[in-house]
């Protein structure tokens, strides 16, 4: 049974255009251009218990618009969610009890005082038992190796020991769902990888339903079965990270590495039609493959005789996400 | 919205201020200031032979007990609360299920908590350069203990209200700083009330600002007829839960325009 259900959803927003200088200034005082921007344009779709998900997309694409409609932060223009059987902006309170949002960029942490005071806050205002609570963040604590921070002032600590205690924050009343907005912007890689650890053990030991928006592609790689991409404020894919793959990157890339360099016109008549990668050695060739044709090719270059080494990978996701993201307005349809 | 919830939350704002005790023993300092200021000028006046409503000891009482009572009443929110709204720092408290309103009350209370611990003893030792005589009558101070908190309320709610605005005008500033200005005034903050002129009066004891600091000290030095307090009482009860029923109505529907700005 689903736990999200997104029907026609959609966010709009209305703003004043001003004109440069003292003279748009000005005429801003006795006319204004009202311009309507579609944050977030017929959305629709389901996420099932115990999913991870990876929204991608462009920046203003949408994503963290259609997370905050669905933590009930926004009130949608027209359309409906149902989270958890319960419409996200009546914003009720056994509602909130159940979810938990984490943005980069926004803390849950008071800054003057240790993480431990916000967590006994959360025990008060999520009304958590006493020996649940301590469970809680012990355990929680334990794994994302914090246990020895919780008394320190937040302000005294860096951005990644800041990140995993907004975690644990947003973690003690043990949510059903996690809404993610960018949780490793700006930690280092070794941080990175902790939060990853840590949330692939929630999801599968707690059975939590995770959202995850994020520009690190190692995020969605490692967290996401399923991703979706939004641009535009419009779902343009839904489906597993292999199919995003094979519908904007129908090849793959294969490497060989010669013992000699390579005659320019052997390679010209080899790889004809081909796409043919940039390489400051001679000796290596690189190319994209169309994904029926990858034996047929290596078969002809391992028959050259010459050939040390040869490779077959698939392009990297980053690459893949980079033609998702800078796609123009209106861009390719990937549905 | 349990007790529990409230001490817990008035007790992480009195750390917080602790954190800052240098910087609110002067803003204390700034609180005995003005009034000892304005209590210079009365005397002044007073000793020039100007006829006044208010003797020398009055005058002392009154603005002795206003630093006091208008550090105990007085808000600083709105703007900080404007400006949440504005940037989308109220978004953190929107998921709690808790109402943001609670985060203020806290913040309120225990600032206050550390600032009554720095300002007792500025006032007491001032009162004993001055050799003021405090009134004492109990019933007067049972009272004072009353209106007191009906006053922090009426003046929280109020700035809480016109801070709220920020859901839908962009700048609350100009609003705020002209409440605090015009606000201050007719609280009694610089002149007492008593000493306007007769022909304001009656509008000056409707109007909300007095409810916020004017009136208590009315109660405490005993210038009220019974029948003024009791409809003093009345207006004060009155504007609290009025203004309780503009913040739900205003941020029932202020939330449908909250824009939760940035990431």
New interface residues.
Partial sequence: MPVILVDHLAKSYRFYRKEPGLRGSLRGLVHREMLETKAVNDLSFMVEQGEVVGFLGPNGAGKTTTLKLLCGLLYPSTGQAMVLGYTPHRREHSYLRQIALVMGQKNMLWWDIPAMETLLMHKEMYRLPEAEFKRTVDELAEILEVAQLLRVQVRKLSLGERMKLELLVALVHRPQILFLDEPTIGLDVVAQQRVRDFLRTLNREQGTTILLTSHYMDDIEALCPRVMVIDHGQLQFDGKLSMLVERIAPYKLLTAVFAEPVEPAVVAAMVAGLDVLPSDDPRRLGLHVPRTEVAEVAGRLLRLGNVVDLSIMEVPVEDIIRQVFSAPAGGKELV | M?P??IW??VA?NV??TI??RGEFAMRMVNTLLGPLISLLVWLTVSEQGVRLPYDRDQFITYYLLLSLVSMLTATWLGAYLAAAIRQ??L??W?????PYIVNDIGNNAGEKVIKLVLLCPMVGLVAVFLRASLPSDPRAWLLFTISLPLAAAVAFLLDFVIGSLAFWIQDVWGLIRVKALVGGFLAGQWVPLALFPARFQGLLQIQPFRYTLSFPLEVLTGHLTPAALAYGFAWQVGYCVGLWACYRLVWHYG??A???T??
């Fill in positions: 349990t529990r919830l817990r939350c992480m750390m917080m954190e800052y989308g720092d978004s953190p929107l998921l709690r299920p808790v939330l449908r909250y824009a939760a940035g990431a």
